[in-house]
Nanobody
Framework: QVQLVESGGGLVQAGGSLRLSCVSS????????MGWYRQAPGKQRELVLG??????????AYGEAAKGRFAISTDNAKNTVYLQMNSLKPDDTAIYSC?????????WGQGTQVTVSS
């Protein structure tokens, strides 16, 4: 069982930045992916950013909302993935959930609330 612990959510004004962190109890192996989804009230869950570990490289999967404003990074030594969010907008208000797809099983964090005020 993989456990994920998220941190870094909160309230921020429009135009501000936040960095979310997610620590996994498992290391990423080739074929794994880690990243973030979000779900706003009344909307479907959507991919924000994901990082796929390939044999000799890492590939990033982008959700529509992330392009140009958000970035994903990892600290493999700490089994941690980060989501850097810049130029936040009120439409970015959502619950952000970290995932780790480990050995083809999907694991989720508890979710962290991000609220962007106008």
């Amino acid at each position: 069982q993989v456990q994920l612990v998220e941190s870094g959510g909160g309230l921020v004004q429009a135009g501000g930045s936040l960095r979310l962190s997610c620590v996994s109890s498992a290391s990423m192996v080739t074929g794994d992916s880690m990243g973030w989804y979000r779900q706003a009230p009344g909307k479907q869950r959507e991919l924000v950013l994901g990082l796929i570990k390939e044999e000799s490289d890492e590939r990033i999967a982008y959700g529509e909302a992330a392009k140009g404003r958000f970035a994903i990074s990892t600290d493999n030594a700490k089994n941690t993935v980060y989501l850097q969010m810049n130029s936040l907008k009120p439409d970015d208000t959502a619950i952000y959930s970290c995932y780790h797809n480990h050995w083809a099983r999907m694991y989720w964090g508890q979710g962290t609330q991000v609220t962007v005020s106008s």
